[in-house]
């Protein structure tokens, strides 16, 4: 295996067992065992854990959807087409929690044991998104469309639905006992009930 391959593999080998284990509870040795090398290919690419945990979190940073989260929203916040925001945003975050439940676990291991990866992940993305829609709701304010509410409120509750879903599905209720719906469905129903709470 090249080199890249080889980085990579290690990678995604490290981003499983983290999410199942956590930082604290992953040796490197498991790692190397788990991609089929020895411990000593892992130092190779990697100095340490640290390491390893940053450069997850770097290849998420060069994704598209994490390093221009809102350009799949521009056109429709360029035409004030609230549902469309609130929709796209909705379905493109589902999607991508569905297509990547490793790292959705790897977060929520990482904020439990304080490691910096959250605390950096939150920085980077968590803030801007905040930032982002909040001052989308509070132009539409100033357009008198929505009603006088704190904007990031208005943030909280509607990502509040998304990842309580999706933490629904990947940790708790895999077969989907309590709802089943698909991405689409969920996006429109969360999407219809924030924009009938803040909707003038």
Known sequence: MAGDERRQQLLQVAMRLFSEKGFSGTTTKEIAQSAGVSEATVFKHFSNKDELYSAILDQKACDRDFSNPFEKIADHIAAKDDFGVFYTMALNALDKHDQDENFLRLMMHSALEGHDLARIFFENFVFEVYEFLG?????????????????????????????????????????????????EEAAREFATIILQGIKK
């Open 135 to 183: 001052s989308y709701i509070h132009q539409r304010q100033a357009d008198g469309a929505f009603r006088e509410v704190e904007p990031r409120v208005v943030v909280r509750s509607f990502i509040g639905m998304f990842v309580h879903h999706s933490l629904n599905n990947i940790l708790w209720d895999r077969e989907r006992k309590i709802l089943k719906i698909s991405n």
